[in-house]
């Protein structure tokens, strides 16, 4: 019989550890939904009624939905923004089950703008980079994890008491069929020695050029380089093309550690 390693029971170090960092994780959730809900509180206007609200969903009134939002990014971060949905703005709405069964509510309305992940940088065809800003949507489909939840029948039942046009219910499900899915895990985990050649040469390159540099930002600046030096040397054309891809190698990976100390910051 073997004996059982003291070091891993229930008062051992690591257990200690594992119940303080799982401690604390609850105790920062709970700080952040008292923070949400605080903050919601002072986006009502002189008169506006409560309808429903739950932890983790948007707060319901008797003539909008209130949606939070957290920025994550500096210099903002940790700011909260909210952005409503008033009924009124509502055209059509459909009712839906993810492929477990979840509800949702998908809502068809006038353009409205909410705080999304964009990239912080453009150039020609190329973007990179990530910043918060405001993206216009004319569709916003919330999610449930059961279909009691007090916000998902606020808002059904103000929508149906305004005679909302309503659409057929739709469902979202994975791409393909489970064996399908399954199959291509199974063909990735025996992957051939050239898919893993490949794969590995595209990792690299994502690490040296951090992001994906698209052939027709790629090709364009071997042009505005390459006939230059065409007509200087022919043979200075290949050296001005490799040129040309360390500038965007240093260009990219400095733009990649700028924005990590950003985020860092």
């Known amino acids: 019989m073997f004996a059982r390693d003291p070091t891993l029971g229930p008062g051992s170090e690591p257990s200690r550890e594992r119940r303080r960092l799982r401690r604390e994780a609850l105790e920062r959730r709970e700080r952040w939904i008292a923070d949400r809900e605080a903050f919601l509180e002072t986006q009502l206007e002189p008169g506006e009624v409560v309808v429903a609200k739950s932890r983790h969903q948007p707060l319901v009134t008797e003539r909008r939905i209130l949606m939070p939002h957290q920025l994550q990014l500096p210099p903002r971060r940790g700011e909260w923004v909210c952005s409503s949905l008033q009924f009124a703005e509502i ?23 909410r705080i999304a992940y964009v990239p912080a940088h453009h150039l020609l065809w190329f973007a990179w980079g990530n910043a918060e800003d405001p993206v216009m949507h004319t569709t916003t489909t919330f999610g449930f994890s059961r279909d009691g939840d007090p916000v998902l029948v606020a ?111």
Do not use: C, M
Not at 210 to 235: C, H, K, M, T, Y
């Open 155 to 265: 808002i059904r039942e103000r929508l149906e008491q305004a005679n909302v046009p309503s659409e057929d219910p739709f469902v979202i499900r994975p791409a393909g069929t489970r064996e399908q899915r399954l199959g291509s895990s199974i063909a990735y985990l025996r992957t051939s020695p050239v898919r893993q050649a490949r794969f590995t040469v595209r990792k690299a390159a994502h690490e040296l050029y951090r992001g994906q540099l698209s052939w027709a930002v790629r090709i364009a600046s071997w042009l505005v380089v390459a006939v230059p030096a065409w007509f200087v040397e022919p043979w200075l054309v290949l050296p001005a093309i490799a040129l040309a891809e360390v500038a965007w190698i240093v260009g990219l990976q400095w733009l990649w550690r700028r924005d990590r100390d950003r985020r860092g910051g």
């Open 91 to 113: 055209t059509r709405w459909s009712p839906g089950r993810r492929h477990d069964h979840r509800p949702l509510l998908r809502l068809e309305h006038a353009p409205s703008a």
